[in-house]
């Protein structure tokens, strides 16, 4: 064959492609741990599914392109330029969540650079102290995580009556902010600051909300504001 066409097909260092598709499949496997250790140390109903393929994805994506630098410092910068086009603008809502991002760029770096015990040990210490953390929480950081619960009801119910024992089920405290009429008075807005209890999900709660008789409307919003 030309040489044109074989050239790029020689790298620095020839890898079996048994071995690229054995370290990707690790970098998958590993990812899917990352992606396991995140759900179980989160609090409840904060797990999103886009950001656990995120974490699989990240970790074999490094993979690929630990293999494809090897130990060629002109490649490296070529990517590192032709990576810095993409941008990302989706702004992360938790610094833990950061941490777990560069958890699953570390564990592909090391799977690609065919380091894996690094990868299996980091993975195991981390996961280890993940869990010790979630578990002196308690999985409780939803009790010191203020809520505001924005909530329409018609004119005539009573809040405590309808809405009261609904709320005590979910709320470890709760405090009214405001009311206010809507609807040209033909409804009460309630504006509540709330703290849920240990393992309560904010979304069975707005569920359960909002099959009440006179609930119009229901929105429950995490207060950012009191955020690390």
């Known amino acids: 064959m030309p040489e044109f066409l074989t050239a790029p097909f020689v790298g620095d260092a020839a890898i079996d492609p048994l071995d690229i598709a054995l370290r990707l499949s690790v970098a998958v496997l590993l990812g899917c741990v990352v992606a396991w250790i995140y759900v179980r140390t989160s609090r409840p109903g904060e797990t999103a599914s886009s950001f656990l393929v995120t974490l699989v994805l990240l970790s074999v994506l490094i993979a690929m392109v630990t293999q494809v630098i090897g130990n060629n410092v002109a490649r490296a910068f070529s990517l590192v330029g032709a990576l810095s086009i993409v941008r990302f603008r989706t702004v992360v809502r938790d610094t833990r969540d950061t941490a777990f991002v ?6 592909g770096m090391a799977v690609g650079a065919a380091n894996l015990w690094a990868a299996v040990i980091g993975v195991a210490i981390v996961g280890i102290t993940s869990f010790v953390i979630a578990s002196r ?56 600051e709330t703290r849920l209890r240990p393992g309560s999900s904010p979304e069975a709660m707005v569920k359960a909300v909002n099959l009440l008789e006179g609930i119009q409307d229901i929105r429950l919003e995490r207060d950012e504001g009191e955020r690390a």
Request: aromatic share 8%; with cysteine.
């Open 137 to 192: 929480m308690g999985f409780a950081g939803d009790v010191d995580t203020p809520y505001t619960l924005r909530m329409r009801m018609a004119l005539g119910h009573d809040l405590e009556t309808a809405v009261g024992p609904t709320l005590n089920q979910f709320c470890a405290t709760r405090r009214v902010l405001s009311v206010a009429t809507n609807r040209q008075g033909a409804a009460l807005e309630y504006l509540i």
């Open 102 to 107: 560069i958890f699953a760029v570390v564990v």
